[in-house]
């Protein structure tokens, strides 16, 4: 590596400051977007933030390809009640069209299999603590979540 620390990230010439603050603030906001359509069951929106070709690892699972996480997601319960929180973010510009946007979510899970008017109670919600991993790339229409990775690393005892 002749002299250089690993993981220290490169000078970025061709990034100035203020196209380096507007990636970071538009990756945070693919990454709440994203949970905000999961959470309201804007699943074609949701798929839609990422590049037709994506990779999304999570629960030990490789969905390839926008159709493959659309028909997992359509798989959720009707009756769920899913919140997902996103904090902590740390969003790395490795150049124009290249990003890596890391944040923990806290997640909430609810489903007693019906529907009810009223909320549930707080402490009956399975809760769990996940790191995210996006890999974005800029395109034609925007950034666009190229691979994800979600890892609990936390979670309450069910």
Same mark, same amino acid.
């Given at each position: ?18 196209? #380096? ?6 990756? #945070? ?46 798989? #959720? ?82």
């Amino acid at each position: 590596m002749s002299g250089q620390v690993a993981n220290v990230p490169r000078a970025m010439p061709e990034v100035d400051e203020d196209e #380096r603050r507007r990636t970071e603030r538009e990756c #945070r906001e693919i990454m709440v977007r994203m949970g905000h359509c999961l959470d309201s069951g804007k699943f074609e929106e949701f798929v839609g933030y990422f590049t037709a070709d994506a990779v999304w690892r999570r629960r030990g699972t490789e969905l390839k390809g926008r159709e493959a996480i659309l028909a997992q997601v359509r798989r #959720r319960s009707p009756t769920l009640i899913l919140r997902h929180v996103f904090t902590n973010f740390m969003v790395d510009v490795h150049d124009r069209d290249h990003a890596h946007c890391q944040a923990y979510m806290l997640g909430f899970r609810y489903d007693s299999g019906e529907k009810s008017a009223t909320p549930p109670p707080f402490r009956d919600a399975n809760r769990a603590l996940w790191i995210y991993h996006d890999d974005l790339v800029r395109t034609d229409a925007g950034w666009k979540v190229a691979r994800r990775s979600a890892e609990r690393i936390l979670e309450d005892p069910e």
